[in-house]
């Protein structure tokens, strides 16, 4: 008989060590280690050898492209973060906070693949067949192709895909799943790699899709090994403050579309429903609430582009160092165009407290609205209200310039399309396209842009 030998593996990155360790020496974290039983005559057993032999080295001049076959969600902000649709036998997953809306999503995801006659297996490792039923009464879910199916073991779950046969698998979630091959705890780095592989397996031997959920840790990053993310196709990480009703489906990784594809939806008791125009949510309330220190930015999240105001508040600080807060917005990027400020055009904000946010809960995190930044810090510190027809893009470089960003086109003709009738730039952006309705205007510095845009430039 083999000896059963332990070793100890972090949780947040894998790192395997034969002793405890108080802190990971590869991740850095903090009583992280878990003691997992090694057995290598359970390695022996091997279920992908017979499907790796299966395919034979081939020359890459005979190889057959074959039409990648999608189905559609019927959701179609869903469909716009999957590349158009759910790829035959891929892996996905979807990774969010609790209480974020996964479940919710991929049971109304379920109801509309299985109103095409399609067969959808939900395999829900944490929850009841009478709570899953009781939440899809409430989401308006019904279908005789949708089997419910409470399991936690691999072995028999890998059963039933073989006897049913469906065209979508949904596995909620992986953490909650265990194999009997890797003796220890569901949710540790063994099990949730061994179960990962074992999935992704039977999703391109037997062509069929699977959805795993994920979980996330307490910094946001999602559970488990790292090498989690790259085993699966497609990774979704679901946003939102779960204190507000808007939600964020962002793609991270998608071997089959686009990254950084997002869709938007809003929460409410029926479940999530799509945000069709995001942009003209956002700035439902910025005419009515205009003050001085609001701008409107257009951000550009994948390939869509989204008007979103952006709030700045500069006061007297009582501390000795004064505060400096972002909400949806990087900190470090807030403070890199506070020192610009002080630096290229005078303006001394070493004693007052400066807070920014973004309005919708959002969170924008590309450099190009710097400049939307930049000026409603400027017009929350000089009281001027700043025009509410004029939409702003830049990246600001150190030197005071502003620099040229992508999708400007695209911008500006999102921008068009909501009544903006003046729109800032970059000089350094060459633009193809005519625009007849909306007025571009291109500044070179920061100094340039205050002036031409506090002032009213026309």
């Not at 067949?129 to 005789?144: N, P, T």
């Not at 004693?351 to 400027?378: F, H, S």
Request: charged letters at 25%.
């Amino acid at each position: 008989m083999a000896k059963i030998k332990s070793k100890f593996v972090c949780q947040n990155c894998g790192y395997e060590t034969a002793g405890y360790l108080g802190k990971c020496p590869e991740c850095g974290s903090w009583a992280s280690f878990v003691e997992e039983i090694n057995s290598p005559a359970l390695k022996k057993e091997s279920p992908s050898i017979d499907v790796i032999d299966s395919f034979p080295p081939m020359k890459l001049s005979e190889i057959e492209m074959n039409s990648e076959i999608r189905m559609s969600t019927n959701i179609s902000e869903f469909d716009r973060v999957l590349g158009g649709g759910i790829v035959q036998g891929s892996l996905t997953l979807i990774a969010g906070d609790p209480g974020i809306g996964k479940s919710t999503i991929l049971l109304q995801t379920s109801g509309e693949i299985c109103k095409k006659e399609k067969t959808v297996l939900y395999i829900s490792a944490e929850e009841s067949a009478s709570q899953i039923k009781l939440r899809a009464e409430r989401l308006g879910v019904k279908s005789d192709n949708l089997y419910i199916y409470p399991q936690t073991n691999l072995e028999l779950i890998k059963k039933h895909i073989e006897e049913l046969k469906p065209d979508l698998v949904i596995i909620d979630s992986i953490q909650a799943v265990y194999t009997s091959l890797i003796q220890s705890s569901a949710g540790s780095v063994s099990q949730i790699r061994e179960c990962t592989n074992s999935l992704m397996q039977i999703a391109k031997s037997q062509n069929v899709s699977i959805i795993v959920i994920g979980h996330v840790t307490k910094e946001g990053n999602i559970a488990g090994p790292k090498v989690l993310e790259h085993m699966v196709d497609t990774v979704i990480q679901f946003e939102g403050d779960k204190y507000k009703t808007y939600r964020i489906l962002r793609s991270i990784k998608n071997r089959f579309g686009n990254t950084s594809e997002v869709g938007i939806f809003e929460m409410s008791s029926k479940g999530l429903s799509e945000v069709v125009n995001p942009s003209e949510l956002f700035l439902k309330e910025y005419n009515q609430t205009q003050t001085p220190g609001s701008t409107i930015i257009v951000t550009s999240e994948g390939t869509r582009p989204l008007l979103v105001e952006i709030q700045a508040l500069v006061g007297t600080t009582p501390y000795p160092t004064p505060r400096r807060i972002a909400n949806g917005v990087d900190t470090g990027r807030v403070l890199q165009i506070l020192a610009v400020l002080e630096k290229r055009i005078g303006l001394n904000l070493s004693k007052q407290d400066v807070y920014v946010n973004v309005i919708g809960g959002i969170d924008v995190n590309e450099p190009a609205a710097d400049l939307g930044i930049a000026l409603a810090i400027v017009t929350c510190v000089r009281d001027v209200v700043f025009d509410s027809h004029t939409a702003i893009i830049g990246e600001i470089g150190l030197s005071g310039e502003i620099r040229a960003v992508n999708h400007i086109e695209k911008r500006i003709n999102e921008a068009q399309k909501l009544g903006f009738k003046r729109i800032i730039i970059p000089e350094a952006n060459e633009i193809q396209e005519e625009f007849k309705d909306i007025k571009i205007i291109k500044v070179k510095r920061i100094l340039e842009a205050i002036t031409r845009g506090i002032g009213n430039d026309n």
